[in-house]
């Protein structure tokens, strides 16, 4: 075994451990979890990569010395009955404009707010941050796995569907990579091999799918016939589960675009009932060096979008939300002062979503440190208050069901003690 | 068709091969200061003789042919293997490894249908306008048509049409070019230098930045492609130094009179990052600030009306800098950037991380150390010449080891332009096409984006990354073979495959004669046994084995599914 093949092994050992020939893994897994109450809750993680700029997100308005750093990008003190200032959530804290999708859900208190949430590790490398928050070990390269992968697989009574792990996009996003199989899917419909519709329409598909299924059945074990096999029974599954056929109901609207596309395929999956566990989706264009706006703007028009479609899935999904938490995310926050561009750069706390029907919503949550220059880390950024993991352990813990002992961030033991407390 | 070399050029490529090559055998094991006393015969007899010397291999010759076609392009097409080796492995990497003499004209002559990709950034700012915002307001109002609006400016007008032409010529020389590791190393440093074509001002930008700051020196200096890329307008647009200034710099005027300008760290960081000395190279925060300073003034005349390069005194901090070490003395002006390219070119951190990352491209996920050392080496000793850098890694026991063989997962550009090239497949030029569509280019570039890789629309700046890990997973094998299936269908709009000429004379009645033939000119005789037999049991169905209609007619091979199969084969899947 050469340099090349270590995680191949370690995805083809586990394969192989699993004891699994051609039969569809989803069966293996079912097997395993026989007695297993049937489990329903979902977590959805959004990623907004790039760094969102947390301070404009969520307006810090009574901070002193807020306006005063922010310069011409700061959004204006909330004025009641003005739809273009800060919509104020709690007297000091306020929701952009452009987020007032999400103040129902403040009211209905099934959104909680972390502000000041970031990452121990001081790097400002949106690919590194990514990373660290990904693998869930800041500071530590050489994590092989994500932190929701391994938190999948710790928890005793996981479900066995192929659509345990789904992620929307052509990509595997870290978070996800290990040992558990998730799914990368770019598009619902796409997933599946194509019909050749020029003729012999209806044959030709079981045909080629047969044969690629056959190809990678192999006995070889390694990474292409480890995902192999995993697509075809994923392919199965979703064919008899048919998540295309349930539309929007309560008259949800997903606006335009990536996140949009993806919650809304999401919603789709939860209905179809693939016993699906954990949802990955993300949004980029926050990395605002310039001119990114106030209370409009560049930045307005992401934030815009970002909430339109969590609150659509928020409609959409109805009472089912009692069973989701929706956590989002992002690599760090940007600097407090307005940069030479009416922008920002890289800086370090930001503040993180929490929204769901078994959050403990309607509050901020976690210490504010403030933006005096003292204050500020490394006299620039927002410091943290709340590390990143205690909030994901939280999440994990008390929503998906993750053994508080699982090794979720490893050499970092999640403490009850120190959850921030968004879920009841 | 590897090479068609035109009589007249014939003694005068060799020439130039033969020296660069000598230069470049030299150059792997002796210092810079040697190469030049090295003795550089000419080479005018028509059989060039290898100036490269390859290692002992466990490899079988056809294996390393494949391997290089694999690694030092984007696949083998009918007949390549037999032509290298022909003409010898070693004198096919020479040529390779100086492209400048190898004959392209059909490569040359498809591009001239993209004329965006000839022309300067003023250029194109000037004949591919923003629409009109009015224009636009009339539209929303429902004042004037989609249909008026089509007319007055045509989509193949609009600016979105530039990078539209450099997706489609992308895949077109991907697959058709004869310089086939020229491509790979503009692909390569593209990524390394990305930038993002739905940033702003980039899309007038990135083609002219393709063709000016990176093409000229991919295999060229790294100070040069470092400089080229820190100079280009696309760069700087996209990791926002033309905005960055001396801090609280008031613009005296033009339109943005009395704005407070200040610094940008962008572009400081990323320089650092992800262009030279890597995330680990060992800079502070305190570099990237000094950094960013001595790029202040580094601009862009008029970005969405001129568009080219521009050192604006003025907005240049004319402070002192000190970075990685070294002082900047006050009052550099342009000469602070220029230091700072030095400085981080020659930096041994940055030997390493280009070594590391071309290792990683060329060898193995997991790059073996000890090349990556002596690839650093090469670098530090040439003071970063690329091409010797890549002779030191293609010459390299380790390059043509059995664990390199094969043990690496192609991108979504290889796996569709390899696929095309295995199938010989022809691209329909725009004009053929029917003037508005940008041809097969175009929709082989659009397959590149559903597989995960659209085509200079990375938005981070680090690029696509170069791991198995990264392509693997469920939904892009998926779409994988549903892009087999689709060309060997000839679904894909402006792409035509000849599957009778691949297969040739097997007989159709005769299916494993005809899978035969398949896996010996797409796989190389590289299917194991069990991919054979798994295709050979496919044969027994009825829907692969298509019947005629006439029931008792002789059997007739569905050659379109089984070569869909084949190239979505996990074997092919690897390059």
Known sequence: ?424 | MVVKPRTRSLAASLCLLAFTGALGAACSSAPPKSQAAAPAAPQVTPTARASLILPASSLTEEQRIVHVLNRLGYGPRPGDVERVRRMSLAVYMDRQLAPAGIPDDRAQDALLAYPTLAMTVPEVLHAYPEPDPKVLAKIQSGEMSQQEMRQMAPLERRPARIAVELQAAKLTRAVSSERQLQEVMVDFWFNHFNVDARKGAVKWMIADYERTAIRPHALGKFRDLLLATAQHPAMLFYLDNWMSTKADLVVRAGPQKGRQMGLNENYGREIMELHTLGVDGGYTQKDIIEVARAFTGWTIDRPREHGTFLFRAPAHDQGEKRILGHVLVPGGGMADGLRVIDILSRHPSTARFVATKLVRRFVSDEPPPALVDRAARTFRETDGDIRQVMITIVSSPEFFSPEAYRAKIKSPLEIVASSVRALDGELVLPAAAGGRQAGGGFSLAQQVGKLGEPLYQQQPPTGYPDVADAWVNTGALLNRMNFALGLTANHVPGVRVDLGRVVGAADRAQPEKVLDVLLVSVLHGQATPETRRVLVAQLDNPEIIRATADDRGPANTDVEKLAALVLGSPEFQRR
């Not at chain 1, 769901?356 to 880390?377: K, N, T």
């Not at chain 1, 090794?407 to 999640?414: A, D, H, V």
Request: contains cysteine.
């Open chain 1, 1 to 424: 075994m050469g340099w090349g093949t270590r995680r191949s092994f370690m995805k083809g050992g586990a394969l192989a451990l699993l004891g699994l020939g051609s039969v569809p893994r989803f069966l293996v897994r079912a097997a395993h979890a026989e007695g297993a109450a049937a489990r329903s809750k979902v977590l959805i993680a959004v990623f907004q990569r790039g760094a969102v700029d947390g301070l404009t997100m969520v307006v810090p308005h009574g901070d002193r010395d807020y306006y005063g750093a922010r310069g011409s990008i700061a959004v204006a003190r909330p004025v009641a009955g003005n739809l273009e200032t800060t919509i104020d959530l709690d007297g000091f804290f306020g929701l952009h404009p452009a987020m007032a999708p999400l103040k129902p859900l403040w009211d209905a208190k099934q959104l909680a707010i972390v502000h000041a949430c970031g990452s121990p590790d001081t790097t400002r490398s949106h690919f590194d941050a990514q990373d660290y928050m990904e693998s869930g070990t800041p500071g530590v390269k050489t994590t092989q796995d994500g932190w929701l992968a391994r938190g999948l697989l710790a928890e005793p009574a996981g479900s066995a569907s192929p659509f345990r792990a789904v992620a929307m996009g052509s990509q595997l996003p870290r978070s996800l990579r290990g040992e558990i199989g998730a799914v990368a899917m770019g598009a619902v419909a796409d997933f599946d091999v194509k019909q050749d519709m020029g003729r012999m329409a209806g044959s030709g598909t079981v045909n080629a799918r047969r044969g690629f299924e056959s190809l990678y059945e192999q006995g070889v074990q390694d990474i292409l016939h480890g995902t192999g096999r995993e697509t075809f029974d994923a392919v199965k599954m979703l064919k008899a589960a048919n998540p295309r056929r349930f539309a929007p109901e309560h008259g949800a609207q997903y606006p335009r675009g990536k996140l949009g596309d993806s919650l809304k395929q999401i919603a789709q999956l939860i209905k179809a009932n693939v016993g699906l566990e954990v949802a990955f989706a993300d949004m980029g264009g926050w990395d605002t060096h310039a001119n990114q706006g106030n209370e409009k703007g560049q930045l307005a028009l992401r934030f815009a979008e970002f909430s339109q479609s969590l609150a659509a899935l928020s409609r959409d999904l109805g009472d089912r939300m009692a069973d989701v938490v929706v956590l989002t995310m992002s690599e760090f926050g940007r600097t407090v002062r307005e940069n030479g561009n009416r922008g920002t750069d890289h800086g370090h706390a930001t503040a993180m979503l929490v929204l769901g029907g078994g959050v403990r919503g309607g509050r901020m949550v976690g210490g504010w440190p403030g933006l005096a220059r003292e204050q500020l880390y490394e006299g620039r950024d927002l410091a943290v208050t709340t590390d990143f993991r205690h909030l994901f352990a939280e999440v994990a813990v008390r929503h998906l069901g993750v053994p508080p002992t699982a090794p979720l961030f490893p050499g970092f033991p999640t403490n009850p003690a120190k959850y921030p407390g968004v879920l009841v």
